[in-house]
């Protein structure tokens, strides 16, 4: 079985500070990682993934993301908060083997991440 | 091109009645997936159809089904509603080449379902 852990609900960091929002996983397969990044009555929007290849991801509005093999973790960062990063984070996580469940995205439990003036 | 859609944005309906919520994936993509998203469960999956056929299913009881037509737009249906089933539904779709693993699944906006 696969699964996602974001170990925190909420992060606070001040506007311009840089900012992480973990990620942790364990699939049987090679992991192939996502972030989306969800803003109030609003659907998912894709910020990045993880296939192969090197190790650090860059995604849409300045943020990227590091892919961790050892530590099974692919935590999300970004140099310089903005306000309007606020909003609602998930990490999810799909096996990369090519069978009937690959289409699976397993989610984490999101992260509230709040910056402030 | 267009993102995805659904439809109704908003919906109220009561205990034991039924719901049908569509979704019409991007133009060209052939797989649409549903999740249900709740504040205490999180974002759960619910099945992925591709081509007109179910492909992968979650742990969801058998009054939630879904179905895929022709033209790759996708209905799931909710039968004699309960409480719980109050939450925001995602539909999600992606080009759906074999495997489709690396794929990414691009989301619509939901559609908020209130059970009373």
């Known amino acids: 079985a696969q699964s996602v852990a974001q170990p925190e609900d909420q992060v606070n960091v001040a506007e311009g500070n840089p900012l992480t929002v973990k990620c942790t996983y364990s699939?049987?397969?090679?992991?192939?990682l996502f972030w989306y990044v969800q803003y109030p009555n609003r659907g998912l929007q894709f910020l990045l993934k993880?296939?192969?290849?090197?190790?650090l991801v860059k995604g849409s509005y300045g943020f990227e993301a590091e892919f961790n093999k050892s530590q099974t973790s692919f935590h999300l960062k970004k140099p310089s908060a903005l306000v309007s990063d606020s909003a609602l984070y998930f990490c999810?996580?799909?096996?990369?083997?090519?069978?009937?469940?690959?289409?699976?995205?397993?989610f984490g439990t999101g992260t509230r991440l709040q910056v402030m003036l | 091109k267009a993102g995805v859609t659904q439809t109704p944005r908003y919906l109220i309906k009561t205990r034991g009645q039924q719901v049908t919520l569509s979704c019409s994936p991007i133009?060209?993509?052939?797989?649409v997936s549903w999740y249900q998203q709740t504040p205490g469960q999180g974002l759960q999956f619910l099945f992925e159809?591709?081509?007109?056929?179910?492909?992968n299913k979650g742990n969801f009881p058998g009054r939630f089904s879904g179905r895929q037509f022709s033209n790759s737009r996708s209905e799931m249906n909710v039968s004699t509603l309960e409480l719980g089933d109050s939450a925001l539904y995602l539909c999600?779709?992606?080009?759906?080449?074999?495997?489709?693993?690396?794929?990414?699944?691009?989301f619509g906006p939901g559609t908020r379902l209130l059970v009373l």
């Open positions: 999810a996580v799909r096996d990369g083997r090519r069978t009937g469940t690959a289409s699976k995205l397993t």
């Open positions: 133009s060209g993509h052939r797989s």
């Open positions: 993880y296939i192969t290849g090197d190790n």
């Open positions: 159809y591709f081509s007109e056929t179910q492909r």
């Open positions: 699939v049987s397969g090679n992991p192939y």
């Open positions: 999600a779709s992606s080009a759906g080449f074999a495997g489709g693993s690396q794929e990414t699944q691009y």
